[in-house]
């Protein structure tokens, strides 16, 4: 089945960048997804990006996808406090509609 | 509302219990999912619904466990006599059909502790 990796902490200085790297296993899937988690909350959709892109970006945030590396990253730019949260990497398995999730990057912004 | 709707938000069984966790998915939302957070884990897929198919299982954990989706519409999560490694937070989530991205939209969950 598909395997997710993400690192499980990320700190930085408010006003800093962030970059969130994500591995996965199964390259046939369409769309690549990243979620957040604030505390207490369920998760919501941060973006996604379609399989034959190199980059999305959104605002303060950019997605790269490496197809070859199998290697997904999100950075936000100029984060700030309100960013600290748990950031997931999703990948559907096997051209499913069925997203398996990393174990999520607690990211922690200090001033 | 026009979010998932779960119910109860928090439940607190005693071990062996049976429990009952509901999800009233987006209206219209043809895809239904239910997955499992535990502490300092990912998201751990359990079940799939797509509307009158039949569901995708695959996650069970155990025969303890059992969902049903009723009328293509509101999903329950059964576990059957409850362990303490059930607690956890169970997230439903809903997909319309032909969404932009295939996103798929979560509830906030139900918080179970299993004592």
Not at chain 1, 14 to 41: F, H, M, R
Not at chain 1, 74 to 89: E, K, M, N, V
Not at chain 2, 68 to 96: F, H, M, N, W
Request: hydrophobic letters at 30%; charged letters at 20%; glycine letters at 10%.
């Amino acid at each position: 089945g598909e395997d997710v990796e993400q690192s499980l902490f990320l700190s930085v200085r408010e006003g800093d960048s962030s970059v969130i790297n994500c591995t996965y296993t199964d390259s046939s899937s369409t769309y690549l997804y990243w979620y957040k988690q604030e505390p207490g909350a369920g998760l919501q959709l941060l973006t996604y990006i379609f399989s034959n892109m190199d980059m999305k970006q959104d605002q303060r945030l950019t997605v790269l996808l490496n197809k070859k590396d199998k290697h997904l990253s999100l950075r936000i730019a100029d984060t700030q406090t309100g960013d600290s949260a748990i950031y997931f990497c999703a990948v559907p398995r096997g051209g499913s509609y069925i997203p398996t999730f990393g174990r999520g990057t607690s990211l922690i912004v200090h001033p | 509302g026009a979010g998932v709707s779960q119910s109860p938000s928090n439940k607190v069984t005693e071990k062996g219990k049976d429990v009952e966790l509901r999800c009233d998915p987006i209206s219209g939302h043809t895809a239904l999912y239910w997955y499992r957070q535990s502490l300092g884990q990912g998201l751990e897929f359990l079940i799939y619904f797509q509307g009158n198919s039949a569901p995708d299982k695959s996650g069970l954990p155990s025969d303890r466990f059992s969902a049903e989706r009723t009328g293509g519409s509101v999903s329950t999560l059964t576990i059957q006599r409850t362990q303490q490694e059930d607690s956890a937070v169970y997230l439903c989530a809903s997909k319309p059909q032909g969404s932009s991205g295939n996103t798929i939209y979560f509830g906030e969950g139900s918080w179970l502790t299993v004592v």
